[in-house]
């Protein structure tokens, strides 16, 4: 039942403190057992996983000394102190100071049993509630950050969660411009190596000639120039997080190269001999089909596979036009703050105008716009300019446009082929015709 937690017993008299150790053990409880309160507070810590159960009376410091200090250390820590008849008044002082409840000489088994399983209940609450509350700060902390209100974009932030508290290294999916650095980053900052660095590396930056300098570092004298010691992007995020975006990008003997470091987790600096464990998470993102460019031979398939432990989708925005109004208020907001400017009025037209566009630059494409919008340069939508009289003024219209920009994207992803794209949309090809009809489209 108390698999994780451990009751540590001061007690300077040896006799006592065995027949109290026996008798948690034959319960299933671990102990530990310190003679004095100096030895206690060498093994606990803020967090220290149990209770603690000391005599009243110690040599050195006594046992009303250790519970003040116990306090300073870890407030949450129960502490249960044993008395002896004459020390009862003593022992009430001492739950007024924050003891967790007292035992008093002589006792029974089955009454000391008793006390610790419910002090020992009481930490294990209290580490559960902790574990609630950092999760729902994690959660709130993600709310804030990935914003959106519609259904994809919370499994996406559910799936933050449950990978962020994971170890599995991750492989993120999405078009350019919907964020992909953003969710590498919420991953980081509420997994287990957020206390480390956040290294970022463009792979489609990285050249030939200088991969093994950036991503492995080098030694002074390694090669005409380097002369000091440089770490490499992968030993900086040891304990970390290496995000390694563009990834498709990367050349094939780029490729075994990394391939070599994530199966060893080991790495040698250029001039060195000396194999560096290195432990961080590896976040990686494309835009593209990564197993389709494997089996075209343009990606590796065992690095492909390595990288792939668990996927993280990401939506274009067109596929969540419910959360654009919500998107662009939040970067107007930011833009008026970092320029100088008013907030920008609540637009009906302008809204419904971005409800009907596209947006092939996903989000930071709506971001710039937010931008230009702020600023009053060049703030109308490219849908705007290529079909005037669109801007729809009305719910109807708002509807409407949304509708004739599912139907154009459904045609773009099918090449216009009418019953592939009225099955995606859900509709018959007879009524989708009368719907190309109704909104000036051209079926090819």
């Known amino acids: 039942m108390y698999d994780a937690l451990t009751v540590l017993i001061v007690e300077d008299d040896a006799n006592v403190r065995l027949g109290c150790s026996q008798t948690l053990q034959l319960e299933g409880i671990r102990v530990e057992q310190a003679e004095s309160a100096e030895q206690a507070l060498r093994l606990l810590h803020n967090g220290w996983p149990g209770i603690v159960v000391s005599d009243v009376r110690l040599p050195g410091a006594d046992g009303m000394s250790l519970l003040q200090q116990l306090q300073h250390v870890d ?8 008395t002896g ?38 930490r294990q609450m209290s580490f559960e509630i902790k574990a609630l509350q950092c999760q729902l700060q994690d959660k709130q902390s993600i709310e804030a950050r990935v914003l959106g209100n519609s259904s994809v974009m919370s499994k996406v932030r559910e799936l933050i969660c449950n990978l962020g508290n994971s170890a599995a290294d991750v492989l993120i999916f999405g078009e350019t411009g919907t964020g992909k650095e953003l969710v590498a980053r919420c991953l980081h900052e509420v997994g287990h190596t957020s206390e480390g660095n956040f290294v970022a590396v463009n792979c489609g930056a990285l050249s030939d000639s200088l991969f093994d300098s950036q991503m492995f570092g080098h030694e002074a ?17 040891h304990q970390g997080t290496l995000f390694l975006d563009e990834i498709e990008s990367m050349p094939m003997a780029m490729q075994v190269k990394l391939l ?9 600096r250029l001039g060195s001999n ?25 990606f590796r398939h065992d690095l492909y596979y390595r990288l792939n432990m668990a996927t993280l989708p990401l939506p274009p925005l067109r596929e969540r036009r419910e959360d654009i109004g919500l998107l662009f208020e939040h970067f107007a907001l930011l833009a008026a703050a970092r320029h100088g400017r008013p907030a920008l009025e609540p637009d009906s037209e302008r809204l419904q105008a971005m409800l009907a566009w596209h947006w092939p630059g996903n989000v930071r494409e709506l971001r710039n716009f937010a931008d230009r919008c702020v600023l009053g340069v060049n703030s109308a939508l490219p849908g705007q300019q290529a079909a005037p009289g669109m801007v729809p003024t009305s719910l109807v219209q708002t509807v409407e446009a949304v509708e004739r920009a599912l139907i154009v994207e459904a045609l773009r992803r099918h090449q216009h082929n009418l019953t592939r794209a009225g099955q995606e949309l859900g509709i018959a090809k007879s009524t989708l015709h009368d719907k190309i009809r109704k909104y000036g489209l051209s079926a090819s």
Do not use: W
């Open 274 to 298: 000396q194999s560096i464990a290195i432990n961080c998470r590896v976040i990686a993102a494309t835009k593209v089909d990564l197993l389709a460019q494997a089996d075209q031979g343009q």
């Open 260 to 268: 070599r470091v994530l199966q060893e987790r080991t790495l040698e």
């Open 85 to 122: 008849h004459g020390d009862v008044s003593m022992a009430v002082q001492a739950m007024k100071m924050g003891a967790y409840d007292f035992i008093e000489k002589p006792f029974s088994p089955e009454h000391f049993v008793q006390v610790v399983s419910r002090a020992l209940d009481r």
């Open 75 to 82: 407030s949450d820590l129960p502490v249960v102190l044993i």
């Open 221 to 237: 004298g390694a090669f005409t120039g380097a002369g000091k010691r440089v770490i490499g992007k992968i030993e900086h995020a």
